[in-house]
């Protein structure tokens, strides 16, 4: 199996313990917490990654590790990862359930390109105008690219709506030229 379809089905386990806890959110952010240590940590990494330290062993420091900070289900959890072999899948198991959550939530991530920084009130109608328009929960993540000379491109997915004054003038120059 590919590595995102194993992390696709960990994730899904994840989530169903989650939603068991009624923390779908929180166990997000724990995970995502995990995952930065492990990023962050050359000797976590290392540790975690080191085929001559038996599972067990692993699975004991991590018991201790996060006892105090994690549920215990979650630990359970990374235990088992590290018990078949998959901990160092949990960057992309992370993505995966955050996608999860999002599918849950009815919510999309769109990234938007603007020409200039906009202010917070204008991102709060950009988002509620792109929810309208999607009809789900949208989050938006501005750019900013003054290239683009005005307007907005926003991408959902692999949807790309383009209406930057820079397309529109493509445009009426092709409209120009076709017409001689």
């Not at 709060?124 to 792109?130: F, G, H, M």
């Not at 750019?143 to 692999?158: E, F, M, S, Y």
Request: glycine content about 4%.
């Amino acid at each position: 199996m590919r590595a995102t379809t194993i992390a696709r089905n960990y994730a899904e386990a994840l989530l169903v313990l989650a939603r068991k806890a009624d923390a779908l959110e929180g166990w997000g952010a724990a995970l995502n917490g995990v995952v930065s240590a492990v990023e962050s940590d050359i000797r976590l990494r290392n540790f975690l990654a080191a085929p001559q330290i038996s599972a067990a062993e692993k699975n004991v420091v991590i018991g201790k590790a996060f006892a105090d900070s994690l549920p215990r289900l979650m630990v359970r959890f990374i235990q088992k990862l590290v018990q078949n072999r998959r901990q160092m899948l949990l960057p992309q198991i992370a993505i995966e359930y955050g996608n999860l959550v999002d599918e849950t939530s009815n919510r999309v991530h769109a990234q938007v390109t603007l020409s200039r920084e906009v202010s917070e009130t204008d991102r709060n109608v950009i988002a509620a105008q792109l929810t309208r328009a999607f009809s789900k929960t949208v989050v938006p993540h501005m750019d900013v690219n003054p290239a683009i000379l005005g307007g907005v491109i926003v991408r959902v997915g692999d949807r790309v709506l383009d209406g930057s004054v820079r397309k529109r003038l493509k445009t009426l120059k092709a409209r120009i030229v076709s017409a001689r």
